[in-house]
């Protein structure tokens, strides 16, 4: 069965403290993305990656960072966390072949800034 | 530049009766279409797709979605609701021209299935 795991499920932190979620998935899939989704907004893409070591901005890139090491992990990255930052973070992965193929949500993060 | 509508924040139904949660899409190229759900506190679940061929496509948990391409819809459907159906539905999108498997997805639909 395909599996996307995230670090933590619950996360509160402070203000202008550096947060890591980390994200790993067991499918081998070269496409890895990370969201935020917001009550009444959907899901908004922050970032995605197509191969280790390679990221592309999403819609909300602004106050995040990437970083993908090797291919099953795929971590966001809050430099400074801000109170507007508080949200429900999604992790997703897929196979490449020009979108045809679901992505793979794990169980997400809630994190609150302080 | 690709977008996804769902029009209704909630839809209400009583258990037994046939759901429908609406969904329009604009792209350029052909659409790929997704429906997704979201029990509480939990990731999104893939539940079916369009990529081509025939327009009604068959789903998981006996839902069905039609797509509609003179409406640019794909309307989620199940003959008859369950209680269990109760929860936050996703349509997305993403376009035949892109090779980055990126989606774009609506902003929620919730679905309230009284008994």
């Known amino acids: 069965d395909v599996k996307v795991t995230q670090s933590s499920r619950y996360l509160v932190k402070r203000t202008g403290e550096k947060v890591f979620l980390e994200c790993v998935q067991d499918?081998?899939?070269?496409?890895m993305f990370w969201y935020r989704q917001d009550p009444g907004l959907g899901l908004r893409l922050i970032y995605f990656s197509y191969d280790v070591k390679m990221k592309e901005k999403g819609d909300i890139p602004e106050g995040y960072s990437v970083s993908r090491e090797k291919k099953e992990r795929f971590s966001l990255i809050l430099e400074s966390a801000s109170t507007n930052q508080t949200s429900m973070y999604l992790c997703?992965?897929?196979?490449?072949?020009?979108?045809?193929?679901?992505?793979?949500f794990g169980p997400g993060t809630r994190l609150t800034v302080t | 530049a690709q977008s996804v509508a769902q029009p209704e924040d909630q839809v209400n139904v009583a258990e037994g009766n046939p759901l429908t949660v609406k969904c329009t899409y604009s792209v350029s190229g052909n659409p790929y279409l997704f429906w997704y759900v979201q029990y509480p506190n939990r990731g999104l679940q893939f539940l079916l797709k369009?990529?081509?061929?025939?327009?009604l496509v068959k789903g998981s948990y006996g839902f069905e979605a039609e797509f509609n391409k003179s409406q640019t819809s794909f309307h989620l459907k199940k003959p008859s609701a369950l209680v269990s159906d109760s929860a936050l539905y996703f349509c997305?999108?993403?376009?035949?021209?892109?090779?980055?498997?990126?989606?774009?997805f609506g902003q929620g639909t919730t679905l309230q299935v009284k008994p």
């Open positions: 369009y990529i081509t061929g025939d327009n």
């Open positions: 499918m081998d899939h070269e496409n």
């Open positions: 997703a992965s897929s196979t490449p072949y020009r979108g045809l193929n679901e992505q793979y």
């Open positions: 997305a999108v993403s376009s035949g021209s892109s090779n980055t498997g990126k989606l774009i």
